[in-house]
């Protein structure tokens, strides 16, 4: 790590951060490597949505049990202190967009262990938080003992349909709509959400999908959001500094939000093989996985895309154009 020449300041902030990291962690990225290869990103050819979401359940599990911190974000390293980091900035960014508020009711879709019921805990009335992992709500659910305005519930993840209509002022997504696109559940769980939600309400989605074409994103999301009479506030920002995850935040009904509209303008269709270099850098900090296998997935309108499924978290072809996701060594050149 410390060979290497960075590309600017914060790539080499940031290796010297996972210089250190190896210092009192040697065997950290093995362990990495471990959590990655539990959970699968491709779907097999007849693979139904359900067998998805059952194969994705059992293999959450595992990932739980090798790594609690890797396995809702490789970009931790496995390491708390930075998953922490990420997981404030994230409330901070929420917080500035008016999400949360003591009066508020929250749906948390994908809690994992439950690190922002936790660090949001004081800025809502109530927050239910649900994953189809066993483990994953366990461990979220001794994370919250003592909190009393916070409840967790393993769920099928084929469906919202144990809560009433108008139940939530909002629905927080982090890291969960990839494994729903992966499924073919994506506009399903839309028609759920919009349900679920009160007028107003808000949707705050943090990456869409692992296919790594934001373009592609922004078309999905914005069709959806027509579909469902929701007010796209933020497209696919990334206002996060220790974590690439692209920003969706959504409105429902009336409601108003610090932020004014930012996307009036409708985005570009995209075409496929001619998405930047920066529309088709690869996500950071998915629940899982890390070096890339190329496999076909389809839009919304069905037309074939590239989708980039990680498995090898420190190695990949191509990342001389592509940031690694990881140990930020794709986007610098060692020194000869």
């Not at 500094?241 to 932020?259: K, M, N, P």
Request: with cysteine; proline share 4%; net charge negative.
């Amino acid at each position: 790590m410390l060979d290497i020449v960075p590309s600017n300041a914060r790539d080499a902030e940031r290796l010297q951060e996972i210089a250190g990291l190896l210092r009192r962690k040697p065997d950290v990225f093995a362990t990495l490597r471990a959590t990655g290869a539990a959970v699968r990103h491709t779907r097999d050819d007849g693979e139904t949505g359900a067998a998805v979401v059952t194969r994705l359940a059992s293999s959450f599990d595992a990932a739980a049990a090798i790594s609690e911190t890797a396995s809702v974000q490789l970009a931790s390293l496995g390491d708390e202190e930075r998953l922490s980091a990420t997981t404030d900035e994230v409330v901070a960014w929420l917080k500035q967009q008016d999400f949360s508020g003591t009066r508020r009711d929250i749906l948390d879709i994908g809690c994992g262990i439950g690190r922002f019921e936790h660090a949001l805990s004081n800025s809502f009335n109530r927050m239910v938080g649900i994953d189809i992992s066993s483990r994953m709500i366990s461990i979220a659910s001794e994370r919250c003992t003592a909190l009393g305005n916070v409840e967790l519930r393993q769920t099928s993840g084929l469906d919202l349909s144990e809560f009433d209509d108008g139940s939530f002022d909002c629905v927080l997504a982090v890291d969960s709509f990839p494994y729903l696109v992966l499924a073919g559940m994506a506009e399903g769980h839309f028609d759920e959400i919009a349900r679920v939600l009160k007028r107003p309400g808000w949707l705050a989605l943090l990456n869409y999908s692992y296919r790594g074409s934001l373009s592609w994103d922004r078309a999905d999301v914005g069709r959806l959001a027509d579909a469902h009479q929701m007010r796209v506030v933020i497209n696919g920002e990334k206002p996060f500094r220790s974590w690439d995850g692209e920003a969706f935040l959504l409105a429902r009904g009336g409601g108003t939000l610090l932020r004014a509209a930012s996307s009036d303008v409708e985005p570009e269709a995209p075409k496929i093989g001619t998405d930047s270099k920066e529309e088709i850098m690869a996500p950071a900090a998915r629940k899982i996985g890390c070096g890339k296998q190329h496999g076909d997935e389809r839009g919304l309108d069905r037309n074939l895309v590239k989708s980039d499924q990680y498995q090898d978290p420190c190695r990949r072809p191509g990342a001389e154009e592509r940031r690694h996701p990881m140990s930020f060594a794709c986007s610098v050149r060692p020194r000869k």
